[in-house]
């Protein structure tokens, strides 16, 4: 709410996890009348020690309650996966839940970040030979710390690519090496995704602005 307070274009994400309908029915209102109009909806995880998941289960759940409780009012976005989430049975079973989402209501998608363009290339035709049309916008992740980028992306089924791996341990504990060579590899990924057609960035920054910041200069986008 901050963020709108400011002026600036606003996007709460909302989890469905653990959630109900009134819950949700609340915090749309609350959206309405704080002239917000984007929203990010998610599954999300549901908390240790949590039985019960709510009144939702899925994330195409959520998206198809804000469109009967909201018409057109809100832009929704949802998430993508070019390595497939960790928790399903198969890549095409992933790809057919992200279908799902989009024909639920969906106007675009943030993809999990990746460092492997091809991924997302593939991702990106796939879901079209399904007919889904929407912008799907890749997720990238600046590298700050090669210890802390591993074990997220170890939870979170994001590949680092072997190449890249033995770069990040070659420099050891040398931060301004990782961070440099970081910003190279971040930096050429997202040209090459911007010169490919990507509709856009979503820069995954995890309170790290600067890194974000000089990425942005580097492609030109901070004018």
């Known amino acids: ?45 549901l908390p240790s020690g949590m039985v019960d998941a709510g009144e939702f289960c899925y994330a195409n759940e959520l998206v ?15 998430a993508a996966y070019p390595e497939w989430h960790p ?21 675009s998608a943030i993809t999990q970040y990746f460092y492997n363009a091809d991924a997302y290339e593939h991702f ?7 007919g889904v049309t929407v912008p799907i916008v890749p ?4 590298i700050a710390s090669f210890s802390k980028l591993a ?18 341990e ?3 504990d040398d931060s301004d090496s990782i961070r440099a060579f970081g910003l190279d590899v971040v930096t050429e990924l ?5 010169q490919r057609g990507a509709p856009g960035l979503h820069f995954y920054s995890m309170n790290q602005a600067g890194l974000t910041l000089e990425l942005c200069h580097r492609l030109g986008l901070d004018n």
Not at 72 to 78: A, C, G
Request: charged share 30%; with cysteine; aromatic share 6%.
């Open 87 to 107: 928790q399903a049975k198969s890549p095409r079973e992933d790809l057919l839940n992200f279908k799902r989402k989009v024909d639920a209501g969906a106007n």
């Open 139 to 142: 997720g990238v992740m600046p």
């Open 1 to 45: 709410m901050e963020i709108a307070a400011e002026g600036h274009s606003a996007a709460p994400h909302l989890s469905c996890i653990g959630s109900t309908r009134d819950g949700i029915r609340e915090m749309l209102t609350g959206f309405k009348e704080r002239g917000i109009h984007r929203i990010v909806a998610l599954r999300g995880d």
């Open 190 to 194: 997202c040209q090459r995704l911007l």
């Open 124 to 130: 990106v035709s796939e879901a079209r030979a399904l």
């Open 64 to 78: 198809a309650f804000i469109r009967a409780e909201t018409g057109d009012n809100f832009h929704i976005e949802v």
């Open 151 to 168: 074990r997220f992306s170890d939870a979170s089924g994001a590949e680092i690519p072997r190449w890249m791996r033995h770069k990040f």
């Open 170 to 172: 070659g420099f050891g």
